[in-house]
């Protein structure tokens, strides 16, 4: 059986843009086509409330995981800081308290 992997981007925030607009786009475009594409299990979305936001969508095997970090990369996104696939070693399903 093939591991589940992650995609890790980090993206340059623009410090001008409207927050509502940013969550608007992740919303209502980025997160269905992600949703969309085969192998997709879950992602997060994070910022440092500053100038970096940073995204792990999680998919059922490597293969899948590319194509995810292909729709996380591609141009006419925010400027990407690190992006990379990684292999998960182990995750707590098990809801907290």
Same mark, same amino acid.
């Given at each position: 059986?093939s591991a589940a992997h992650a995609v890790i981007v980090q993206?340059?925030?623009?410090?001008?843009?409207?927050?509502?607009?940013?969550?608007?786009? !992740?919303?209502?475009? %980025?997160?269905?086509?992600?949703? *969309?594409?085969?192998?997709?299990?879950?992602? !997060?979305?994070? #910022?440092?409330? *500053? &100038?970096?936001? #940073?995204?792990?969508?999680?998919? /059922? /095997?490597?293969?899948?995981?590319? *194509?995810?970090?292909?729709?996380? &990369?591609?141009?006419?996104?925010?400027?990407?800081?690190? *992006?990379?696939?990684?292999? %998960?070693?182990?995750?707590?399903? #098990?809801?907290?308290?």
């Amino acid at each position: 059986m093939s591991a589940a992997h992650a995609v890790i981007v980090q993206g340059a925030i623009d410090l001008l843009a409207d927050p509502a607009h940013r969550y608007g786009i !992740l919303e209502e475009l %980025v997160i269905p086509e992600l949703r *969309a594409l085969p192998g997709y299990r879950n992602s !997060l979305w994070l #910022t440092d409330g *500053a &100038t970096t936001g #940073t995204c792990i969508v999680v998919f /059922d /095997d490597a293969e899948h995981a590319r *194509a995810g970090f292909e729709v996380l &990369t591609r141009d006419g996104g925010p400027p990407t800081l690190a *992006a990379g696939i990684h292999e %998960v070693e182990a995750e707590d399903p #098990t809801p907290g308290p």
